[in-house]
């Protein structure tokens, strides 16, 4: 049973930094691309980052560009998003998801990601 379990949101004020966990089970962690997504509500969901499966290869949204970082660590089965300087704009559901298709490119759209977690919750006040 393949699971992504979120964890590290919460409720932060503005300027704060946080790093949200990912932790994977279930699938073979290490030939998998890693992928981080948000959700506000009412908007559609977006493309924040992306690591391959080297660990070295990062791809971000053009709005995230300076502000976030991903990271994996192979051997605990985890990815991590950094982010710094939160925004209240910043606030949405943050889902990671795990792609297999061992493209070594950036890959934004939801569909190249075949497993998804439940999301954790980030909320910037003001």
């Known amino acids: 049973q393949v699971q992504l379990v979120e964890s590290g949101g919460g409720l932060v004020q503005a300027g704060a930094s946080l790093r949200l966990s990912c932790a994977a089970s279930?699938?073979?962690?290490?030939?998998?691309?890693l992928g981080w997504f948000r959700q506000a509500p009412g908007k559609e969901r977006e493309f924040v980052a992306r690591v391959t499966t080297n660990g070295f290869d990062k791809f971000f949204g053009d709005s995230m560009k300076g502000r976030f970082d991903i990271s994996r660590d192979n051997a605990k089965e985890t990815t991590y998003l950094q982010i710094n300087n939160l925004r209240p704009d910043d606030t949405a559901v943050y889902y990671c998801?795990?792609?297999?298709?061992?493209?070594?490119?950036?890959?934004?759209?939801?569909?190249?990601?075949?497993?998804w977690g439940k999301g954790t919750q980030v909320t910037v006040s003001s």
């Open positions: 279930g699938l073979s962690f290490s030939t998998y691309a």
């Open positions: 998801a795990a792609d297999p298709s061992g493209l070594r490119r950036q890959a934004s759209s939801e569909t190249w990601y075949t497993y």
